[in-house]
Each structure stands twice: as C-alpha cells, then as structure tokens.
C-alpha cells in the first residue's frame, strides 16, 4: 500500500512525450517511456508483495481501507491511458450509436471521418471496423458518449469515472462476498489492476463486476430466484465480452445436480434457458439486422488481429515447438495446438461437474469451474493477447486461492501479474 503514490507518476507520461517529441499515435512509442513504465509496475509488484507478507492490510479499518482505494482509483481519473489506446476506442464505438445512431457491429467508425468534430482526437488503428464488443456495453457506455458528445475531455473523464467506479465496487463486492480484507487487498492494489482500470481504463473490470454479482447471489441465498440472478449476471458479463458465455453450462449443471426431484431439474431448466434466450434477444435487439449481424461480428473478431504477433502463452509455446520441428504453417498449426488445449481441458472439467459427486454447495464448485476454465481459456486460445487480458484469471486465482487457503494460486495470480508487466515490452 505504500507504493501507490508511484501510480501518481503516471501524470508525467504526457510532459514525458512531449519533451521526448513521441508524436506516435494515443499512448506512444518511446523505448525509454515503456521501460520506465514497466520498472514502475515491477516496483509497484514489490511493494505489494511486501505489504502483504507483512499484512499491512490487516492493521488498517474497513474504513480506511476503502478510503484509500477510492484515493487510489480517482487520484489517477485526470491521467491519460498510458499503454492502451482501447479507451478512445470506447469512446468512438459509442458514439457509433449513441450519437450518429448508427449500428457499430456494422458500421465502423471511420465513416464519420468528415461530420465528427471528435474524429481527430479519438482515432486510432482500430476505427476501420466494426464493434467486438456486446451490446450490453453499449447501453451502459452509450449515455456516457452521449454526454460527451461536444467535449472530446469530458468524454475521456465521463469514461474513466465510469471504469474506476466499477472497479471500486468490484472490491466492495468481494468484501461483501468473502469478508476477507486479503482477497480484497489482493485485487484492488495488484499494480496491473490498477494501471488497467484505473489508468487504461480497460472493460474487463465489468466483466468481472457482472461474474462477482453472480457469486453474489449464489453466496448470499439459496432458491431459484437467487440462482436466475446468477444465472443472468453471467449473461451480462457475456454481453460485454463473451468469454463469460464458457461458464453458463456449468453454473446450470451444478443447480441441476444440486436440486433433487424431476419438477424442480424441470423448472430450473426452463427457466435458466427462457432468461438466457430473453436476455440475449432483448441485447441485440436494438442493432438486429438478421442473421448477418452475428456473422459479420464473428468475421470482424476473427480478421481484427490478423497482423499482431502476440497469442496466448500455450498457443507461442505450441508454435515455437512446430518452428522447431520445420514446420512451415507453424503459427497456425500453434493456434490449433492452443485451441485444442482449450477444447480437451474444459471438456474435461464440464464432464468432471457432471459426473462427481453431487454438490452440497454450488459457490464453490462454480468458483472452481470459473477459475480454471478462464485460466485455461486467457492463457491457450486468443491469437491475439494483450497484458489486461490477464485482470481477469488474476481476479479468480486470487478468489480460489484465499476462500482455500492454497497460496499456490496466489503465487499463480502473481506470475501473471509479473508475465502481463513484462509482456508490454512485447506488445508496445
């Protein structure tokens, strides 16, 4: 905790660039600037493995702990992105609909090139596609777009509010979830959580927000009600981006096993399936035109990253031994490697929750799931990987690792948070 007036130095990074004349796009180029930031985040790591050997978090109030997050996350509100230009593709995505009324999951935003006076300042390489994003994101980011529609700085502060907030209340929940003030401690001041929510202003923060509310309601009550609730947070958490989807089989297994009787299996299943196809439907349809819609939203995510060289660690590691052994096509043959990783592992798992013993408490066996289904998935199938990506497994190894009392799985949130540091030297 004593290290979070590093994150302070982020201000610096604009005068830096323009001192160093690093005119490159939104966040830069500059050698010097993204070794800086990386040793800043190395050192930031120190402190907060130190301070949670040595507990720090123990001798403070909730109180004060919370003051000091909020310190923490709005202290940074005014810092520009510093190794993400996602922000200012938000910001644009949004304005696709909120503004021009336009379909983002058809119509990309460089065709207001001419009519949006913003155009300049929020463009980036990006802005030749379409959304990858869900719908839900665009209602919830869309008022924000509206608000800023004539102010390209209000928007940026609109936004970053907005993602700080959200990752503020993700620590609120797990306090309220777990009441373990290391879990909380654990998430709210790893130094990748904060510079990607805090600073970059990444929305995986509400991908986890929507899968905390879910452990929410299967922690606090037990009914159909309290599981539909879960049910449709993991919906939602999929409708801003859809990894969340993967664990909609097992959350719907693990009530089915838990509940006895064919009447009550009966109506959990028409009811889980009702509320997910209701929510789904409801979502796309302010920007349903057809079949096409999710066809075209498929082709964009799949061609979106077809010249960026960073992939999942299982998919390098899977290329790397093809090149090896001369293989010619060895990153696609990497790729498939990776996938078919992924495919075997959650299989196994969703098999593993159909056949073992039935569950005498679902939160459990769902966080399981939940942890070892996002790890496998961040870390063997994306061709392309960015380090906030990592935010995510790093929340749920963090999660699984306190509620056990395993450090093995702390130690494994650590090494990602240090392998998503280090991968910005890579991804620059």
């Not at 050698?31 to 949670?52: E, G, H, K, Q």
């Not at 859809?242 to 009966?266: D, N, Q, T």
């Not at 960026?308 to 990497?334: C, E, H, K, Q, W």
């Not at 799931?369 to 870390?379: D, E, V, W």
Request: aromatic share 22%.
């Amino acid at each position: 905790m004593a290290g979070w007036p590093l994150y302070l130095v982020f201000y610096l990074y604009g005068p830096a660039r323009g001192y160093l004349r690093d005119t490159a796009g939104q966040t830069g180029q500059n050698d010097y600037l993204f070794f800086a930031t990386v040793t800043i985040l190395l050192i930031a790591f120190l402190f907060y493995s130190i301070a949670d050997r040595h507990k720090v978090f123990a001798e403070m109030t909730t109180k004060r702990f919370f003051v000091l997050l909020f310190l923490v996350n709005f202290s940074l509100l005014f810092a520009r992105p510093v190794a993400s230009n996602d922000l200012f593709s938000y910001i644009y995505q949004s304005r696709v609909w909120a503004v021009f009324s336009a379909n983002p999951y058809f119509t990309a935003y460089h065709h207001f090139a001419f009519t949006d006076p913003l155009y300049p300042l929020l463009t980036n390489s990006w802005d030749l596609w379409p959304t990858p994003y869900g719908p839900l994101f665009f209602f919830l980011t869309g008022p924000l777009a509206w608000l800023g529609t004539h102010s390209y700085l209000f928007s940026l502060i609109l936004f970053k509010l907005f993602f700080a907030a959200v990752n503020f209340l993700n620590a609120w929940l797990l306090y309220k979830i777990f009441a373990d003030m290391r879990t909380v401690y654990l998430y709210a001041f790893n130094p990748l959580i904060i510079f990607e929510f805090a600073i970059n202003a990444h929305n995986e923060s509400l991908v986890i927000f929507f899968l905390l509310l879910a452990l929410y309601f299967l922690k606090k009550n037990r009914g159909l009600m309290p599981w539909l609730a879960a049910a449709a947070c993991v919906v939602l958490s999929g409708l801003v981006k859809y990894i969340a989807f993967i664990l909609l089989p097992a959350l719907f297994i693990l009530v089915a096993r838990f509940l006895s009787g064919k009447r009550k299996k009966a109506v959990w299943t028409l009811s889980f399936v009702a509320l997910t196809c209701l929510l789904i439907f409801l979502a796309f349809l302010p920007f349903w035109q057809g079949p096409d819609t999710f066809w075209r939203l498929i082709d964009q995510i799949k061609g979106l990253y077809t010249n960026l060289n960073v992939r999942s660690p299982a998919i390098m590691l899977s290329a790397a031994t093809f090149y090896l052994l001369g293989r010619g096509d060895y990153t696609a043959a990497g790729e498939i490697a990776g996938r078919m990783m992924f495919f075997a592992g959650y299989l196994f798992m969703l098999a593993a929750t159909v056949f073992r013993p039935r569950p005498d408490r679902i939160i459990p066996s769902f966080l399981k799931f939940s942890y070892f289904s996002l790890a496998l998935f961040y870390l063997t199938f994306f061709a392309v990987f960015f380090p906030w990506y990592l935010t995510v497994p790093i929340c749920f190894a963090i999660i699984y690792g306190t509620s056990r009392a395993q450090e093995k799985h702390i130690t494994f949130s650590h090494l990602l948070t240090i392998y998503g540091i280090i991968l910005y030297i890579i991804v620059r």
